[in-house]
């Protein structure tokens, strides 16, 4: 699987769009790249995922750009319960994430 | 709520000692997965199982071990347990495996903390 490089850390005013970048330059054709956050010690949650095209559901976007090596996770408005570290694994499958140490997201008033 | 769930949620034993850790999966999930997060580790892969059966094997000790019963939930088997073994441990769910599968997400169970004293 391909590696990531994401941001120890990241600050973000709350109500403001937080963008968190990934690079993933060996990316492979078929490897996806998810994300998941981890609140505090609670079980990491699911938040996107894509191959090619940009996604987005009720809880972010994702822009991949066109060479895809590298994305970026948006959050749209962000609130001080967004406060996680966020990671992004790129996998051939689900059967496989390998969590790196992501970026740690700390929304502030 | 994910509909993961995780029993015991705190444990607390001693060197040498042997315990279970339970999970089990949303309802339907057919694969179970488990991860071991420690504070110089990260959260690691340890083991995945599809309908009772062993999958995929990630950095689990030989101290360890885990199984899937027929009603899918999952047990995690921790022996001769040592100070560095604390962490806590994760449970994760998807629907499993097909020919060319959508990718899955893991949904994940609140998790055990363990503490080896």
């Known amino acids: 699987d391909a590696k990531t490089t994401q941001p120890p850390s990241m600050d973000c005013a709350e109500g403001r769009a937080a963008n968190l970048p990934c690079n993933h330059s060996?990316?492979?054709?078929?490897?996806?790249v998810y994300w998941y956050r981890q609140i505090h010690s609670q079980g990491p949650q699911y938040i996107i995922h894509g191959l090619k095209n940009n996604e987005t559901n009720e809880m972010a976007s994702l822009i991949i750009t066109e060479d895809r090596k590298s994305s970026t996770l948006i959050l749209p408005h962000a609130t001080l319960r967004d406060t996680a570290v966020y990671y992004c694994i790129v996998s051939l499958d689900t059967d496989k994430l390998i969590f790196g140490t992501g970026t740690r997201l700390q929304v502030f008033p | 709520d994910s509909g993961v769930t995780q029993t015991p949620k705190h444990l607390i034993t001693a060197t040498g000692q042997r315990v279970t850790l339970r999970c089990s999966p949303r309802s339907g999930d057919l694969s179970v997965y488990w991860y071991q997060q420690s504070l110089d580790q990260g959260l690691q892969f340890l083991i995945q199982?599809?309908?009772?059966?062993?999958?995929a094997k990630g950095n689990i000790l030989e101290r360890f071990s885990a199984q899937q019963f027929p009603d899918l939930h999952s047990e995690l088997n921790l022996s001769s347990l040592e100070l560095g073994d604390s962490a806590l441990y994760f449970c994760?769910?998807?629907?499993?495996?097909?020919?060319?599968?959508?990718?899955?997400?893991?949904?994940f169970g609140p998790g055990t903390r363990l503490t080896v004293t």
């Open positions: 060996t990316i492979s054709g078929n490897e996806y």
């Open positions: 199982y599809y309908n009772g059966e062993e999958r």
């Open positions: 994760a769910s998807s629907p499993g495996l097909a020919p060319n599968p959508p990718p899955y997400e893991q949904y």
